[in-house]
Every structure is written in structure tokens, then in C-alpha cells.
Antibody, heavy 118, light 107 residues
Framework: EVQLLESGGGLVQPGGSLRLSCAAS????????MSWVRQAPEKGLEWVST????????YYADSVKGRFTISRDNSKSTLYLQMNSLRAEDTAVYCC???????????WGQGTLVTVSS | EIVLTQSPATLSLSPGERATLSCRAS??????LAWYQQKPGQAPRLLIY???NRATGIPARFSGSGSGTDFTLTISSLESEDFAVYYC?????????FGGGTKVEIK
């Protein structure tokens, strides 16, 4: 059974930083592109970022480009999201996600809440 | 960026009725479109991928159709557990994008 467990969320002031982690199990982690998707309170889903198998390819939403960095450690089956220069509009539940078919999200974690507020 | 527009925003139906949800893309996504179901407090669940393929374990009452810019998710006969929010998502281009969602509520 695929399990994705996020951690690292919390309350941070505008301009601050956080690092999210996603520990994966039940899959050959190094064989899958991994993604972050977020959902602001009472809002829809927003794709944030995707990283390729080895970490050499990364993709970002325009809303986070230049502020967020996605990375992975295949030896630890763990995905990361370094978030800098946080803004109020980054407040959301952040989920890691993966799919058997690249580009879709068949497995999701339960998410970690990031709140950006003074 | 490919914009996905879902309609209607809310669909009020009774159990046993047929639900038809629409997703329109601002440019062609070929067949690279998925549908997700999300219930309150839960992560989204993949229902349909590549426009018409049901994901593992998804009941046959869920079906998807379309290609290019116009797509439809059909629930043939609504069960009580189907009342939820549904999102479409494309993987044709970067950035990946989701539609704004359609809420299927009990009438």
C-alpha cells in the first residue's frame, strides 16, 4: 500500500521560510516523479511543483517560481519543498502526490497545513 | 497556461439521478485529462485518467469522455457517497492545472 506522510507545516510570518517533507513507502520511490499540490482554505486544488526521477528536472507554478525549491532524497524515499519568502496567499494544506501515470495523481498524502500570518 | 473551466459550479441532484459534469480547456489537451473526487477533510481520489480510463477500484457508474477541449464526467446513477466536489486536471502542458471544481450536492 502506498503511503505518503507529510510534515513540516506550521505558522510562519510573512517573508519567513519553511521546509516540508514527504516520507513515502509502499512504492519504489526512485521510479516515480513526485509532486506537491496545495489547497487554500475553502478553495480548489493548485499544482505547485513536480520533480523528476533523479531530481534533475523540476517544474514550478508561476505563483511559487523563484521562492520554492523542490528536491528529493531517493535513499530516504523522501520528497522536500523548501519555501522561502512566504506570503499570506501561500496559506494552504500542502499535499505530496504521485501517480502510476506521470502527470496524474493517483496517491495523495493527507497534507500539512501551512499558515502564513503575522 | 491551460485554463480548465468546469461547469456547472454546483449540481443539485437526487440519489439515483444521472450527473453530467463538464470541463472545457482553453486549448487542446488531447486526451490528457483526469477527474478527481474530493470529500470534506479528505485527499482527492483519482477517478478517471486519459479522459476515459477508470482508475483502479473506481465503480463502473463513473465514466469519462471527450478529447481536445471538451470533456465530460458522467455518474450514471448517483449513490449517497458520490456527493462531493469533482475536479478536472490536465497533464498535457506545464504548468499542470486543475479546474475550479463542481460540487455535486443532494437536492
Amino acid at each position: 500500500e502506498v503511503q505518503l506522510l507529510e510534515s513540516g507545516g506550521g505558522l510562519v510570518q510573512p517573508g519567513g521560510s519553511l521546509r516540508l517533507s514527504c516520507a513515502a513507502s509502499g512504492l519504489t520511490f526512485s521510479s516515480y516523479a513526485m509532486s506537491w499540490v496545495r489547497q487554500a482554505p475553502e478553495k480548489g486544488l493548485e499544482w505547485v511543483s513536480t520533480i523528476g526521477l533523479s531530481g534533475g528536472s523540476t517544474y514550478y507554478a508561476d505563483s511559487v517560481k523563484g521562492r520554492f525549491t523542490i528536491s528529493r532524497d531517493n535513499s530516504k524515499s523522501t520528497l522536500y519543498l523548501q519555501m522561502n519568502s512566504l506570503r499570506a496567499e501561500d496559506t494552504a494544506v500542502y499535499c505530496c502526490a504521485v501517480g502510476a501515470t506521470a502527470g496524474y495523481f493517483g496517491y495523495w498524502g493527507q497534507g500539512t497545513l501551512v499558515t502564513v500570518s503575522s | 497556461e491551460i485554463v480548465l473551466t468546469q461547469s456547472p459550479a454546483t449540481l443539485s441532484l437526487s440519489p439515483g439521478e444521472r450527473a453530467t459534469l463538464s470541463c472545457r480547456a482553453s486549448q487542446s489537451v488531447s486526451s490528457y485529462l483526469a477527474w478527481y473526487q474530493q470529500k470534506p477533510g479528505q485527499a482527492p481520489r483519482l477517478l478517471i485518467y486519459d479522459a476515459s480510463n477508470r482508475a483502479t477500484g473506481i465503480p463502473a457508474r463513473f465514466s469519462g469522455s471527450g478529447s481536445g477541449t471538451d470533456f465530460t464526467l458522467t455518474i450514471s446513477s448517483l449513490e449517497s457517497e458520490d456527493f462531493a466536489v469533482y475536479y478536472c486536471q490536465q497533464r498535457s502542458n506545464w504548468p499542470r492545472t486543475f479546474g475550479g471544481g463542481t460540487k455535486v450536492e443532494i437536492k
